[in-house]
């Protein structure tokens, strides 16, 4: 292997295989290819052009149950697909993954449109032609007229559909996101549909890590009605008190309960949603909506 990008110890099981269930070795990335080593003699090379999927956990269920934290690899072998799980530390799993996605993704051609929308205004922006590349918490759309840097943590929802890129008919994937408060759509394309779905499972690693932990936040109605006046007014020098029909002290402690919850931070004018906080006005507005 000329360049090894992860070399660490752990164990990990592919479907399949003669062995007995999951194996303790050494878990090796390089640019072109991971190997799985239980000895010098018995391995397993799978290419990473062959690799069409990476998701946390133990997504085959045919696979036995391991110690620590387990990473789902899901590869074409041959005309067939198959899995392969490794796992190890929590730490050491989640670097591993992230250099997997930058070795998977890095240097991908992509036609990027941004903003195709900002708050819910369509724009005509055009697509551009641009190189992928994974930095440290978020993805940057290189381009002519320079980066477009999407933070993971600033993701507020995403679509996958078709668009016309270039005259023809194409999947996407589209990505909104927070920017100082300001609701954000980009929408990104890729040569073949397993660039594209590699792109939208790292996208979503974050996505889904804060809908997870909105499950468990408990809201009042006047809290909920506060989000959605910040929606509404973004940060215009607008009185919050005679929107949500609340004196300035009771405003006042509602937005620090929204601070202390991470749905609201400081604006020029006004608090602002972060990306949390517009998560949940968008659940909310589909519940009206409905």
């Known amino acids: ?21 999951p194996v303790e070795g050494r878990i090796l990335l390089g640019e072109e290819q991971l190997i799985l080593a239980a000895s010098e003699t018995d391995r397993q090379t799978i290419p990473l052009t062959e690799v069409f999927d990476v998701a946390s956990g133990n997504e085959a269920a045919l696979i036995d ?14 005309s067939s697909r198959t899995t392969a799980v490794v796992a190890g530390e929590e730490a050491t799993i989640e670097k591993f993954t992230t250099v997997l996605f930058k070795a998977l993704l890095n240097g991908t051609a992509v036609q990027v449109k941004h903003p195709a ?11 551009a032609g641009g190189l992928l590349s994974l930095r440290s918490g978020g993805v940057v759309f290189d381009t002519e007229d320079g980066p477009i840097t999407v933070p993971l943590s600033s993701i507020v929802d995403f679509d996958r559909r078709e668009e016309s890129v270039g005259g023809h008919r194409r999947p996407v994937v589209a990505v ?11 929408v990104a394309a890729t040569e ?22 909105l499950r468990d936040l408990s809201l009042s109605e006047r809290e909920t009605e506060t989000l959605a006046a910040l929606y509404s007014t973004g940060d215009a020098d607008v009185s919050l008190s005679s929107v949500v029909d609340a004196d300035a002290r009771t405003v006042k402690r509602i937005l620090h309960a929204l601070h202390e919850k991470e749905l609201v ?9 972060t990306a949390k906080g517009q998560i949940v006005v968008n659940q909310y507005l589909e519940r009206v909506n409905e």
Request: proline share 5%; aromatic share 6%.
């Open 1 to 21: 292997m000329p360049s090894v990008l992860a070399d660490f110890t752990g164990r990990f099981s592919v479907a399949g295989s003669d062995r007995d269930g």
């Open 65 to 78: 149950p391991m110690a620590g934290t387990p990473l789902t690899v899901a590869y074409r072998n041959g």
């Open 117 to 127: 929308k900002v708050g819910g205004r369509v724009l005509e922006t055009a697509f």
């Open 176 to 186: 909104a996101h927070v920017d100082s408060g300001q609701a954000l759509t980009t």
């Open 192 to 213: 073949t549909s397993r660039e594209l779905s590699l792109l939208g499972r790292y996208l979503r690693r974050t996505y889904e890590d804060v809908l997870a932990s």
């Open 265 to 273: 931070e400081s604006g020029e004018h006004n608090p602002i949603l």
